[in-house]
């Protein structure tokens, strides 16, 4: 095999070691801010975000996918709360601009293969949703539209901004960084055995919504099975990078990534994460392995592993023992109500972003007023109904089609990335059984859509002919 068509994943850390001396002096001066005035800190980091995309926009968008994990919102009284929404269109906006500096058109870039086609028709099915619902003048879900659009304008910024492999690698490299990151305040949760003063400073509104703290860590995101669903989707491309990068500084990342990762999501004690996390891990495998015994030997190892772990696991953890009946009776009261809801409005659904002023409707408190239906299927037929269900997962088959292929390529990013896009997929369509995290997670949300932008511009780069290690996607 010839060097041509064996590029492997190399490259030192990123911008050297100056850049890591920023960075490491960037977060000291955060943490101290966020100890003093943690609004300054969302006002701080909003001004730097605005200075990095004048000043150098690959920064800019380094930044905004370091700070994927951090969801701070602002004081009411300000007239921008959600400054990380507004970061995305100004993501999309400048990627807008560079597009055309290169002559291509929005039209051009925007719908110029069947899978953006798509991803545009599934936000139109959304929209179109709200507008014919009985709920269409609720402020409250014209927020979630928003936030959902600012995850769309995540996807096509990143994948017309990803025109090359050093790019590829760069993002790539700062997603596993932001996520050992994102692990290590978990443990320090965990050691502290409270959320923390740090954590309620940076969002002081979960002090009134989270339960008391019972030994399962957040970390940055809002909810332990946020954290969870956050996790599973990082970690098969630690996998990727400890199996398939040529370049020591990437196994080293990789590995380091899915140790963090997997003690972390251990200590979410996520019923729903844990079976996504096997569920993910054994897709993982069963793609890099290339031969069915090898896949068979590895396959059997990790069951006698689990067989000798989870009995101590369960020991120390009493929550994953059993599931409780009062959690049992009430997520299938809760999924009985969506599909109701789904049934009543089988075209359509009760509108996007509506499942929680609209299950009122049905029954009242506790069972209905739920945030979420507690699963992706029944939240999907509730709000979309079967044409936003269908668009979704034929959007979901797509780009598992696009991650098989580039599994299969001999370039080794291309089968990191297919390896990541299969494993956060597959890891979402389990989880999704339990769990709708898409309206409650802003963070979660914007890395699924930044995981399917990695693919779709993993995908058109080793579509071109000459591909290569410097080879551009026009």
Same mark, same amino acid.
């Given at each position: 095999?010839?060097?041509?068509? /064996?590029?492997?994943?190399?490259?030192?850390?990123?911008?050297?070691?100056?850049?890591?001396?920023?960075?490491?002096?960037?977060?000291?001066?955060?943490?101290?801010?966020?100890?003093?005035?943690?609004?300054?800190?969302?006002?701080?980091?909003?001004?730097?975000?605005?200075?990095?995309?004048?000043?150098?926009?690959?920064?800019?968008?380094?930044?905004?996918?370091?700070?994927?994990?951090?969801?701070?919102?602002?004081?009411?009284?300000?007239?921008?709360?959600?400054?990380?929404?507004?970061?995305?269109?100004?993501?999309?906006?400048?990627?807008?601009?560079?597009?055309?500096?290169?002559?291509?058109?929005?039209?051009?870039?925007?719908?110029?293969?069947?899978?953006?086609?798509?991803?545009?028709?599934?936000?139109?099915?959304?929209?179109?949703?709200?507008?014919?619902?009985?709920?269409?003048?609720?402020?409250?879900?014209?927020?979630?539209?928003?936030?959902?659009?600012?995850?769309?304008?995540?996807?096509?910024?990143?994948?017309?901004?990803?025109?090359?492999?050093?790019?590829?690698?760069?993002?790539?490299?700062?997603?596993?960084?932001?996520?050992?990151?994102?692990?290590?305040?978990?443990?320090?949760?965990?050691?502290?055995?409270?959320?923390?003063?740090?954590?309620?400073?940076?969002?002081?509104?979960?002090?009134?919504?989270?339960?008391?703290?019972?030994?399962?860590?957040?970390?940055?995101?809002?909810?332990?099975?946020?954290?969870?669903?956050?996790?599973?989707?990082?970690?098969?491309?630690?996998?990727?990078?400890?199996?398939?990068?040529?370049?020591?500084?990437?196994?080293?990342?990789?590995?380091?990534?899915?140790?963090?990762?997997?003690?972390?999501?251990?200590?979410?004690?996520?019923?729903?994460?844990?079976?996504?996390?096997?569920?993910?891990?054994?897709?993982?495998?069963?793609?890099?392995?290339?031969?069915?015994?090898?896949?068979?030997?590895?396959?059997?190892?990790?069951?006698?592993?689990?067989?000798?772990?989870?009995?101590?696991?369960?020991?120390?953890?009493?929550?994953?023992?059993?599931?409780?009946?009062?959690?049992?009776?009430?997520?299938?009261?809760?999924?009985?109500?969506?599909?109701?809801?789904?049934?009543?409005?089988?075209?359509?659904?009760?509108?996007?972003?509506?499942?929680?002023?609209?299950?009122?409707?049905?029954?009242?408190?506790?069972?209905?007023?739920?945030?979420?239906?507690?699963?992706?299927?029944?939240?999907?037929?509730?709000?979309?109904?079967?044409?936003?269900?269908?668009?979704?997962?034929?959007?979901?088959?797509?780009?598992?089609?696009?991650?098989?292929?580039?599994?299969? /390529?001999?370039?080794?990013?291309?089968?990191?990335?297919?390896?990541?896009?299969?494993?956060?997929?597959?890891?979402?369509?389990?989880?999704?059984?339990?769990?709708?995290?898409?309206?409650?997670?802003?963070?979660?949300?914007?890395?699924?859509?930044?995981?399917?932008?990695?693919?779709?511009?993993?995908?058109?780069?080793?579509?071109?002919?000459?591909?290569?290690?410097?080879?551009?996607?026009?």
């Amino acid at each position: 095999m010839t060097t041509s068509q /064996d590029h492997v994943v190399t490259g030192s850390p990123i911008g050297g070691l100056g850049a890591e001396t920023l960075i490491v002096v960037i977060a000291v001066a955060c943490a101290a801010l966020l100890v003093t005035q943690p609004a300054a800190l969302a006002i701080a980091l909003s001004i730097g975000l605005l200075l990095a995309s004048l000043s150098n926009f690959d920064w800019f968008v380094y930044a905004v996918v370091f700070l994927l994990p951090w969801y701070p919102i602002l004081d009411p009284k300000l007239p921008v709360r959600d400054v990380f929404v507004a970061s995305r269109f100004a993501l999309l906006a400048g990627v807008w601009m560079i597009q055309g500096k290169r002559g291509r058109s929005l039209r051009d870039w925007v719908t110029n293969t069947w899978v953006n086609k798509g991803v545009l028709i599934f936000a139109g099915v959304a929209t179109a949703s709200l507008l014919v619902s009985a709920q269409r003048t609720n402020l409250d879900a014209y927020k979630v539209l928003i936030r959902t659009f600012s995850y769309i304008a995540v996807f096509f910024a990143m994948s017309g901004w990803l025109v090359s492999r050093d790019n590829l690698v760069k993002i790539i490299q700062i997603l596993l960084i932001s996520t050992i990151g994102v692990a290590l305040f978990g443990f320090y949760q965990a050691l502290d055995g409270s959320y923390t003063e740090f954590y309620f400073r940076l969002y002081p509104l979960q002090e009134d919504v989270l339960e008391p703290w019972t030994g399962r860590i957040t970390s940055f995101l809002y909810h332990f099975n946020s954290l969870a669903g956050y996790l599973n989707l990082v970690v098969p491309f630690s996998i990727g990078c400890l199996v398939l990068a040529k370049d020591h500084w990437m196994r080293w990342l990789g590995l380091i990534c899915f140790a963090t990762c997997t003690a972390a999501l251990v200590l979410t004690q996520s019923r729903g994460g844990l079976i996504a996390y096997a569920a993910s891990l054994i897709v993982s495998i069963w793609y890099l392995a290339p031969k069915p015994t090898v896949r068979i030997g590895i396959l059997a190892a990790i069951a006698v592993i689990l067989a000798l772990t989870a009995p101590m696991l369960m020991n120390y953890f009493e929550r994953l023992q059993s599931v409780d009946e009062l959690t049992e009776l009430s997520r299938l009261a809760i999924w009985a109500l969506a599909g109701s809801m789904f049934l009543s409005h089988p075209v359509l659904g009760v509108g996007y972003g509506t499942y929680r002023i609209s299950s009122l409707t049905y029954v009242p408190e506790p069972i209905g007023g739920q945030l979420h239906a507690h699963n992706l299927y029944l939240q999907l037929l509730a709000e979309t109904g079967a044409v936003g269900f269908l668009v979704f997962f034929a959007l979901i088959g797509a780009f598992f089609y696009i991650g098989v292929k580039l599994v299969k /390529d001999p370039d080794s990013l291309y089968r990191i990335v297919g390896i990541g896009t299969c494993g956060a997929l597959t890891a979402t369509l389990v989880h999704g059984m339990v769990d709708f995290l898409f309206n409650v997670s802003p963070q979660f949300g914007a890395l699924f859509w930044l995981v399917l932008a990695l693919s779709i511009a993993a995908f058109q780069n080793s579509r071109k002919p000459g591909k290569g290690d410097n080879g551009l996607v026009t």
